[in-house]
């Protein structure tokens, strides 16, 4: 079985990447006295391009059609899955309700950021800042929302999730060239692909990358009546799932720049395909968890394609064990621009404006030794968590999930609910009662993650 994730533009292309990140770093050098908050460039990057779906600013000028839409809000929802089989072989039947709880609670948390910016309030301040549609999301909200300091918070928690996630993706590539060349170690992969991920932000001659699927197989031994009984130690087993489960979406607070750019779809029409997307996902989910609890005797590893090594050629056959890696490796890599490009143009962007404030600092904008610089700086310290944390990566992405998700798909949405439509009655009730779960979720979440992670707690398996 073979699932696409696909997106409509061509996504993940260095050359376009370049280009918004050129148009982004022209504009955020050159504002001075801006007409419009310097931040609103942040976040278009940020999240038109992790939807997978970003061709530059013309194109969302333009419009896109209902059908593209619907492939990007796929992108952004569907997960590669790293760690699925994982959670559902160590939460058991209860990474399924795991999953589809946490995707009903981020699919409602969408609608109330479409909400918000269907206000009329929120359309009479974009045109007021002289914002762009298409520029109009998460930033913009916190801005209208908490001003300088509450758009500073958003951007920051932003770039933590993608640093951190590309950082999971880069264990997970390394682990895949390793399968594939054993002579060179983990840790070397990790410092290879982080230097060609560089490129990224550095050389504007990558091709274009649009499609590219991901596959599993069923074998026809199966584990999934003992995977379904959830195992110890409980707690940093149910809270790590749990996690990975909210990070499966974590791209969803991508999709708010298209609201309005969508050519004649109507906001049922947009919702529908929300949540057909987030249907799909769930679905996507469940097939990678399922065929874990299939597979594997006992938890699986934290990147499930490490189960798969321990089958004989008669039962998996080398070259489609190549295959099924080499594809996947491809796929993750081609995700990388998706999540390094943002990082750099929102921590750029926020350095150029305290640069602003100095003297030395206005002399040092009008060269571009200094983004060079931060940019091998940031790919940097993406090797050194990668090399540190290659072992722990469902905790990564747990940690990813509890802590950085749970504020931008729940808390942030809630918040800007609150502010802009100011509900009343059960709805108020139902604001506060969310904001409470989020802040609770994302302590005690972090707290399991983090000690699990730093305790190297092992996970029982069964002998095989």
Request: aromatic content about 12%.
């Amino acid at each position: 079985m073979v699932i696409h994730a696909a997106s409509t533009q061509p996504c993940c292309s260095g050359a376009v990447a370049l280009d918004n990140l050129s148009t982004v770093e022209s504009k955020s050098d050159n504002l001075g006295e801006a007409r419009r908050d310097s931040s609103s460039e942040d976040l278009t990057a940020v999240s038109s391009m992790a939807a997978g779906g970003a061709a530059g600013y013309s194109v969302m000028e333009q419009g896109i059609t209902l059908w593209s839409f619907f492939m990007t809000a796929l992108n952004a929802m569907i997960t590669i899955g790293l760690s699925i089989p994982y959670m559902f072989t160590t939460a058991g039947w209860l990474g399924m309700v795991f999953q589809v709880t946490t995707a009903s609670a981020i699919f409602s948390c969408v609608l109330l950021v479409r909400v918000c910016l269907d206000n009329p309030k929120i359309k009479k301040y974009g045109e007021e800042h002289n914002v762009p549609v298409f520029e109009r999301e998460y930033a913009f909200l916190a801005g209208y929302c908490g001003g300088k300091a509450g758009r500073a918070a958003v951007t920051t928690v932003v770039s933590l999730e993608f640093f951190l996630t590309l950082a999971a993706n880069i264990i997970a590539i390394g682990t895949c060239a390793n399968i594939l060349v054993r002579e060179l170690s983990i840790e070397v992969w990790i410092i290879i692909f982080a230097a060609l991920s560089l490129s990224f932000v550095l050389l504007p001659w990558f091709n274009k990358i649009s499609h590219v699927a991901s596959s599993i197989m069923i074998l026809p031994d199966t584990n999934i009546e003992a995977n379904l009984v959830p195992k110890a130690p409980y707690p940093s087993n149910l809270i790590t799932a749990l996690g990975i489960a909210v990070f499966s979406s974590g791209a969803a607070p991508s999709l708010p720049p298209f609201y309005g750019v969508v050519k004649n779809a109507s906001p049922k029409k947009i919702d529908l395909c929300i949540l057909l997307a987030q249907i799909v996902s769930v679905l996507y989910v469940f097939m990678l968890g399922i065929a874990g609890m299939q597979i594997c005797d006992g938890s699986c590893e934290q990147f499930y394609l490490v189960d798969l090594l321990d089958y004989p050629a008669s039962v998996i056959p080398s070259w489609f064990m190549y295959w099924i890696v080499t594809v996947q490796l491809i796929r993750i890599f081609a995700v990388s621009p998706v999540f390094l490009v943002p990082i750099v143009v929102s921590t750029e962007s926020m350095i150029s404006l305290v640069m602003r404030n100095f003297c030395w600092g206005r002399s040092m904008l009008k060269y571009g030794a200094w983004r060079f610089t931060w940019r091998v700086i940031v790919v940097t310290a993406l090797v050194v968590i990668s090399i540190v944390a290659q072992a722990e990566l469902a905790y990564i992405q747990a940690i990813v999930g509890t802590l950085l998700c749970s504020c931008n798909l729940f808390l942030f949405p809630l918040w800007f609910y609150l502010v802009i439509e100011h509900p009343q009655g059960t709805k108020y009730l139902f604001v506060w009662t969310g904001i409470a779960l989020a802040v609770a979720f994302a302590i005690v979440g972090t707290f399991f993650s983090l000690s699990g992670m730093l305790a190297n707690t092992p996970h029982p398996q069964d002998s095989r």
